[in-house]
């Protein structure tokens, strides 16, 4: 396996294809650190594959999967500008591909990247973005604007004509119709071609789809605070609209994965997590519904990485009622994953889970300490080292190269 080599070093630049685009001047990169080419690359993919396969059937490996997700850190490390990696695809695409080889040691990659990110996002979450380059500065991480796009109004009007029609009135209110029909477009003529190219460096595309339950789409249509509020007010209505939702999202979620034609489907979990909620709220509006959609999904032949934010501990005991061995849980570092460790263990296996403000604020000594107990407590077997959720935008390049070493400290 190619991995880091030596101190982490300062000056130079990366080696990118003369098709690519070229970082915009101005910004000092990294040298590149002589990672994977791609001739040698393709050679490390059936081992990969290998590994990820017998690490989520909880094999024995004799070392962890590395991951990588890093989807802001990737543009500042390579040299862009935020803003151009939300708004030029190739961009997406270079700079990740770029972190990846530059940094070496990495096995697969969690979420590939492709079309325009903050289309993407609002699209799954029914809420506006606010864009680098537009309404925020160009080296600023987008943002959620959530506001109250769905009316309690409009919860009729999902009873009366379906899920996706709404949906499709709703989309013009919060992003841009022809914005989203160049990311499609996109998507559309470069998805196969940049998996392809993930491939060739060696590296194991994992998922692009994700998505969100019924309880998480009417979080960011309604707005958090309308829907926590709905709940006591008026719950067997929003019972009633989650379970109309649910056939239609669930359609979505198996032709989303389809046309991806990758292993792993992303399952996310942001506001309806168990510390968001009490359990008996937990268990009505939100358990029911990931199960179905999680059965689905196993059912057609894809593996749910269930990506979930906040702190979910009381209730890891229920996803023992998800398939077995057909389902990572990738945890942000709320969640106690020794914990899940001791519930799940036999059960799925676990991602995650070095914090992002340890990335950020912490010493290539504290990510290796971090790093090493969780290999130590997690990892005997069923166990990707990745960052909690995403690595942070203000990652320190040396503390994610920490991370990578003491992965590979484990090898064989």
């Avoid at 998996?195 to 309604?222: K, N, Q, S």
Wanted: aromatic fraction near 8%.
């Amino acid at each position: 396996m190619s991995g880091p080599r030596g101190p982490f070093p300062s000056g130079g630049s990366p080696a990118l294809d003369a098709t690519e685009p070229r970082p915009h001047s101005g910004r000092e990169r990294p040298a590149d650190r002589g990672g994977q080419q791609p001739a040698a690359a393709t050679t490390l993919l059936p081992e990969r594959e290998a590994l990820v396969a017998a690490t989520i059937d909880l094999e024995p490996t004799g070392r962890v999967p590395i991951v990588y997700q890093a989807e802001a850190f990737s543009p500042r490390f390579m040299g862009y500008s935020i803003a151009d990696y939300a708004l030029k695809p190739d961009v997406a695409v270079a700079s990740t591909l770029g972190a990846m080889d530059r940094l070496g040691g990495f096995d697969a990659i969690n979420s590939v990247p492709g079309g325009h990110i903050h289309v993407g996002l609002a699209a799954l979450w029914l809420t506006r973005m606010l864009v680098p380059g537009r309404e925020l500065p160009e080296d600023s991480i987008w943002q959620a604007d959530e506001v109250e796009d769905m009316t309690a109004a409009d919860y009729d009007v999902v009873l009366e004509g379906g899920w996706g029609p709404y949906v499709q009135s709703l989309l013009p209110r919060i992003l841009d119709i022809d914005e989203l029909a160049r990311s499609d477009a996109w998507l559309e003529a470069n998805f196969g071609a940049t998996v392809a190219r993930f491939r060739d460096h060696g590296y194991v595309p994992m998922a692009a789809a994700v998505i969100a339950t019924p309880f998480e789409a009417l979080c960011g249509a309604r707005s958090i605070h309308e829907l926590y509020r709905d709940l006591y007010r008026c719950p067997d209505l929003v019972a009633r609209v989650m379970d109309r939702m649910l056939p239609e999202i669930v359609d979505d979620a198996v032709a989303a994965a389809q046309a991806c034609e990758l292993p792993c489907v992303w399952v996310g979990g942001w506001r309806s997590a168990s510390g968001m909620l009490s359990e008996p709220v937990w268990q009505r509006f939100v358990l029911p519904h990931l199960r179905t959609i999680v059965d689905a999904l196993v059912e057609a032949g894809f593996l749910p990485i269930l990506h979930f934010d906040h702190d979910w501990t009381r209730d890891l005991k229920h996803l023992r009622g998800l398939p077995a061995r057909r389902c990572i849980l990738q945890l942000d570092g709320m969640t106690d994953i020794r914990a899940a460790k001791r519930t799940l263990g036999d059960h799925m296996a676990l991602m995650g889970d070095v914090p992002a403000t340890m990335l950020a604020k912490g010493t290539p000594d504290d990510v290796r300490a971090y790093c090493r107990a969780l290999i130590r407590d997690v990892g005997e077997r069923g166990f990707f080292l990745a960052a909690g959720c995403d690595a942070p935008v203000d990652a320190r390049p040396e503390n994610m190269l920490a991370m990578v070493e003491a992965g590979l400290e484990y090898s064989g």
